[in-house]
């Protein structure tokens, strides 16, 4: 498994800060360089509003990821588990987003992008956890350029140990950030 935070939506245009878009053909090279697992759960996600991230979804779909993560063309397929199987074990993904830039995504679109929320997180961890031999969740969270986790990030880190989580990938500080092992609240361990 290979797995990249496509931070910038895909729409087939190209546009530079503050407001993101790049070519289709970036999921291209990223096949072709070997991804399989795409996050799309950014704060980016609705620089070109709703439209955008429905070209991006289908730009990224018309590719051979293996999972595509945090943002949705249906409830349907928002509902789905997202889990890929290799080598015989059963790898479970979710994904979390902190925001979208003070955009807002439409009432009945709302189930486009997973959004940070504990009761989502609870709800979504106790549904795949069975059904997966290891739980990787994405956080999109913290602050940019800060070297040290939030006091958010701890907490969420903790809340998704103690729901039996085997990896958080940390995404949106655009730096790195100290890695370490947690203990869930049955003993388990989470990096």
Not at 34 to 50: E, I, M, Q
Not at 65 to 74: H, V
């Amino acid at each position: 498994l290979a797995f990249i935070n496509q931070e910038v939506m895909l729409t087939g245009e190209v546009s530079a800060y503050p407001n993101l878009a790049a070519p289709a053909e970036v999921a291209d090279a990223l096949v072709k360089t070997g991804f399989n697992v795409v996050n799309l759960a950014t704060n980016h996600s609705l620089d070109k509003g709703v439209k955008g991230l429905e070209a991006c979804l289908e730009n990224v779909h018309a590719r051979e990821f293996d999972a595509i993560l945090g943002a949705f063309r249906t409830q349907e397929e928002a509902d789905a588990q997202c889990i890929v199987e290799k080598q015989g074990i059963r790898f479970g993904f979710l994904s979390y987003n902190y925001g979208l830039n003070g955009y807002s995504l439409p009432a009945d679109k709302s189930y486009m992008i997973s959004l940070t929320s504990d009761e989502k997180i609870l709800a979504d961890t106790e549904a795949i956890r069975p059904n997966c031999d290891y739980l990787l969740v994405s956080m999109h969270w913290g602050n940019e350029y800060q070297h040290t986790p939030s006091a958010e990030q701890e907490r969420l880190a903790q809340l998704l140990a103690d729901q039996g989580v085997d990896l958080i990938i940390g995404t949106h500080p655009h730096v790195l950030q100290p890695m370490k092992w947690l203990e869930g609240k049955n003993g388990n361990q989470t990096l």
